[in-house]
T-cell receptor
């Protein structure tokens, strides 16, 4: 089992709708969690970090962490065509290595 | 504040050669990590340096090595290049070591092609 798992998508979302991305993780990664956005041909860009159970909001983005169920999610409200990208979930393991999921491709359709 | 910079941005090498990639972190950041990104394997952790010391290493052969200088700039070296080493190599910097849960910021990457 991989430490961090994501559905590869693509996730097709109508413009203006909410995009919901999920990520599950193993016991080997349990400390800090991050969401990155990566446009095709570009490097990952940090969207948000989350460390404790609950929700964390930043603009149109909300990250949710549930340690009991071992999942972390990202909601994108009022999705725009510019949100079309691959979203990477990452978590720090107990040795301090950052483990990435394979990424979920999001396509926002006008 | 300037972001993470990486040089060169593109590189073409021949099998068997060696290559050195350079990374300058965000000013004030003391931790530098390196990653390899390929379509098949995704983003894979190579190693992390903090205060000139390697703190962690991923599951890569010894051909992959790195170092960090006193000004926090880092280099990674790949010797005896193989075709499978063709990838996007990304450097990321953070204020402190990864096991403190620090946020990492990525550079633009170096696209290495091995022929």
């Amino acid at each position: 089992q991989k430490e961090v798992e994501q559905n590869s998508g693509p996730l097709s979302v109508p413009e203006g709708a909410i995009a919901s991305l999920n990520c599950t993780y193993s016991d080997r990664v349990s400390q800090s969690f991050f969401w990155y956005r990566q446009y095709s041909g570009k490097s990952p860009e940090l969207i948000m970090s989350i460390y404790s159970n609950g929700d964390k909001e930043d603009g149109r983005f909300t990250a949710q962490l549930n340690k009991a169920s071992q999942y972390v999610s990202l909601l994108i409200r009022d999705s725009q065509p510019s949100d079309s990208a691959t979203y990477l979930c990452a978590a720090t393991d107990s040795w301090g290595k950052l483990q990435f999921g394979a990424g979920t491709q999001v396509v926002v359709t006008p | 504040k300037a972001g993470v910079t990486q040089t060169p941005r593109y590189l073409i090498k021949t099998r068997g050669q060696q290559v050195t990639l350079s990374c300058s972190p965000i000013s004030g950041h003391r931790s530098v990590s390196w990653y390899q990104q390929t379509p098949g394997q995704g983003l894979q952790f190579l190693f992390e340096y903090f205060s000139e010391t390697q703190r962690n290493k991923g599951n890569f052969p010894g051909r992959f090595s790195g170092r960090q200088f006193s000004n926090s700039r880092s280099e990674m070296n790949v010797s005896t290049l193989e075709l499978g080493d063709s990838a996007l190599y990304l450097c990321a910097s953070s204020l402190g070591p990864l096991d403190n849960g620090r946020e990492q910021y990525f550079g633009p990457g170096t696209r290495l092609t091995v022929t």
